[in-house]
Nanobody, 122 residues
């Protein structure tokens, strides 16, 4: 059993900052990529940022230069530092991890967190 637990959402004014964290726990053999997605009301879920096990990163164009993704492999945790927030960043943010479990160490499986609300007021 694997769980992803997200922390750090909330309400912030435009121009402000928030930091999200997501900790993976359970029968984990190895974590490959970890990332953040978001879903605004009436819209499809979209990729925000992803970080590979080696540290390479990829960002949505809409957040480049404002958001920074990082990870602590020792803690199985991924972070998303969000600066210069805009009202259009308002969404539920979901953590995602592709990992190998102890039970199936050769089969990569994607897991999702429960989501955390980020609301940016204008």
């Amino acid at each position: 059993q694997v769980q992803l637990v997200e922390l750090g959402g909330g309400l912030v004014q435009a121009g402000g900052s928030l930091r999200l964290s997501c900790a993976a726990s359970g029968s984990i053999f190895k974590i490959n990529a970890m990332g953040w997605y978001r879903q605004a009301p009436g819209k499809q879920r979209e990729l925000v940022a992803v970080i590979a096990s080696g540290g390479s990163t990829n960002y949505a164009n809409s957040v480049k230069g404002r958001f920074t993704i990082s990870r602590d492999n020792a803690k199985n945790t991924v972070y998303l530092q969000m600066n210069s927030l805009k009202p259009e960043d308002t969404a539920v943010y979901y953590c995602n991890a592709e990992l190998l479990t102890v039970v199936l160490p050769t089969v990569p499986i994607k897991y999702w967190g429960q989501g955390t609300q980020v609301t940016v007021s204008s």
